[in-house]
């Protein structure tokens, strides 16, 4: 069975940062790409940031470039999400996704809510 366990969400003043972790199960984490996507509220689901399964290549939305840093460890099966310099509009439930050719595999999500 398939697991992705996001943490690290919580409040923060504008300015400040969190690191995200999203821990995988039950695939073998190397061989997937990964991204993180985030739902502001009453807004539809974004992607944040992408890596491919190699590493070689990462995209990060214009909102969040040079502020959020992507980055994987394939030997804890761990991605995770740096975000420095917050503002009010990174508030958001923010998702772990792992995905391939075949499977798509989510997260329950973890709230960043960063006051102003």
């Known amino acids: 069975q398939v697991h992705l366990v996001e943490s690290g969400g919580g409040v923060v003043q504008a300015g400040g940062s969190l690191r995200l972790s999203c821990v995988v199960s039950g695939v073998t984490f190397k061989e997937y790409a990964v991204g993180w996507y985030r739902r502001p509220p009453g807004m539809e689901r974004e992607l944040v940031a992408g890596m491919l399964w190699s590493a070689a290549t990462t995209h990060y939305a214009d909102s969040v470039k040079g502020r959020f840093t992507l980055s994987r460890d394939n030997t804890e099966n761990t991605a995770y999400l740096q975000m420095n310099s917050l503002k009010s509009e990174d508030t958001a439930v923010y998702y772990c996704?792992?995905?391939?050719?075949?499977?798509?595999?989510w997260g329950q999500g973890t709230q960043v809510t960063v006051s102003s």
């Open positions: 996704n792992v995905n391939n050719r075949e499977n798509d595999y």
